[in-house]
């Protein structure tokens, strides 16, 4: 049998407007606020692992090929036939 561990994390002093706020945003999806907490948590992370790709992409040596010269010459030849 496999156990996954989970890390637990405790925020403390929310503001209890952002705590409202919270609560009713998670009502509306009908979860609970630790889902919609995880919910949160988990699209950060996914925003700071895209914006790290999109940097090693952007740093990377091999220039990206030109694909706009690769249409038309392709537009060219489906003409032509």
Do not use: F, K, W
């Not at 705590?19 to 889902?35: M, P, V, Y």
Request: net charge negative.
């Amino acid at each position: 049998m496999l156990t996954c561990m989970q890390d637990i994390i405790q925020v403390r002093n929310v503001p209890p407007e952002t705590r409202r706020h919270l609560d009713a945003a998670a009502r509306e999806r009908g979860i609970s606020l630790a889902a919609y907490v995880r919910e949160l948590l988990d699209r950060d992370a996914q925003r700071a692992r895209n914006r790290a790709l999109v940097t090693e992409i952007a740093n990377t040596s091999e220039p990206a090929p030109d694909l706009g010269d690769l249409m038309l010459d392709l537009l060219r030849e489906e003409r032509e036939r």
